[in-house]
Nanobody
Framework: QVQLVESGGGLVQPGGSLRLSCAAV????????IAWFRQAPGEEREAVSC???????YYVDSAKGRFAMSRDNGKNRVYLQMNSLKPEDTAVYYC????????????????WGQGTQVTVSS
């Protein structure tokens, strides 16, 4: 079975930091495009960051300079380090994996986690 499990969400004050983790279960993520998406209440799902299989990492404009995505293939995990968090970062964050996925294009990803809630509030 293939599964992605997110963790690390929670409540944080503006300006604080969180590190999200996504564990791949049942497959080796080395050859998969891995992305983080988020969805805030009443808003469309948004691609936040994406790690391609050629070593490139992409970020949505609003996250550039604040978020950093990384892979740890030895642990079969991917992380999203989020710094200088803002209230507008509040959302459910999902990790997604796709063998032939295009970064930022949700429907091209094959596997999705259940999400982890990130709330940025004072």
């Amino acid at each position: 079975q293939v599964q992605l499990v997110e963790s690390g969400g929670g409540l944080v004050q503006p300006g604080g930091s969180l590190r999200l983790s996504c564990a791949a279960v049942g497959f080796k993520m080395d050859y998969y495009v891995i992305a983080w998406f988020r969805q805030a209440p009443g808003e469309e799902r948004e691609a936040v960051s994406c790690s391609s299989t050629d070593g490139n990492t992409y970020y949505v404009d609003s996250a550039k300079g604040r978020f950093a995505m990384s892979r740890d293939n030895g642990k079969n995990r991917v992380y999203l380090q989020m710094n200088s968090l803002k209230p507008e970062d509040t959302a459910v964050y999902y990790c997604a994996a796709g063998r032939e996925a295009f970064c930022g294009v949700g429907p091209t990803f094959d596997y999705w986690g259940q999400g982890t809630q990130v709330t940025v509030s004072s």
